[in-house]
């Protein structure tokens, strides 16, 4: 896993391990507001999946993610992400506060959902996903990219599932972001929009 960049652009690669061959699990991303969603991807695709679409409104977000994804397809809307039979789940950064509307519009369509965290930034979204997982029998899985996909994170998570370190009583996570203030967007500084600190970590 290489990357040590701030926490808006952090993106780790891992070790590919395909559970599933080529085109057998198709996804698109969308919502590119945090650069999470580079991370999202990449451990989808080393897991197999197909990355075939990307939609956000702002085409330099855009051309960004087709820098490093060169092959994918560049949809004009997210319907037509969410009209495609062949896409199974769609993978978004969205602003927090935005991100639960994403998933349930993704839900609706038929598709599992795959957000960043936060995932949600009230008690009423909370309800809302909870309901829509209950109805349309889909996911609504979250991110969680330091404890996922962040090589100390996974070590530790192999020692003590092999009792390599006895038994677990409390685990602490220490990562402290640069606040980049340069490269952070407004939204982040906007309690309604972001939902704080509490809910980020």
């Not at 690669?13 to 057998?24: D, L, N, T, Y």
């Not at 409104?57 to 949809?75: I, L, S, T």
């Not at 996903?129 to 996911?139: D, I, L, S």
């Not at 602490?172 to 939902?195: E, V």
Request: aromatic share 8%; glycine share 10%; proline share 5%.
């Amino acid at each position: 896993m290489t990357q040590k960049m701030d926490g808006m652009t952090y993106a780790p690669k891992g070790k590919a391990e395909p559970v599933v061959g080529p085109g057998e699990f198709v996804f698109a991303a969308t919502a590119l507001e945090h650069g999470h969603i580079f991370g999202m991807c990449n451990g989808l695709t080393e897991a197999g999946g197909t990355l075939k679409w990307v939609y956000d409104a702002d085409p330099a977000k855009v051309e960004a993610f087709r820098g490093r994804f060169p092959d994918v397809q560049v949809a004009r809307s997210e319907d037509e992400i969410l009209s495609d039979p062949e896409v199974r789940l769609v993978a978004a950064a969205d602003v927090p506060a935005d991100r639960c509307a994403t998933g349930l519009r993704v839900m609706d369509a038929g598709k599992d959902y795959f957000t960043d965290k936060a995932p949600l930034t009230s008690l009423s979204q909370l309800a809302a996903a909870r309901a829509k997982v209950a109805e349309t029998g889909k996911k609504y899985a979250v991110y969680y990219s330091e404890r996922l996909h962040v090589e100390a994170a996974v070590h530790a998570g192999t020692l003590v599932h092999a009792g390599a370190i006895g038994r677990v009583i409390q685990v602490l996570g220490t990562g402290p972001h640069r606040i980049s203030l340069p490269t952070r967007p407004d939204w982040f500084f906007q309690k309604a929009r972001y939902g704080g600190i509490l809910i980020d970590i």
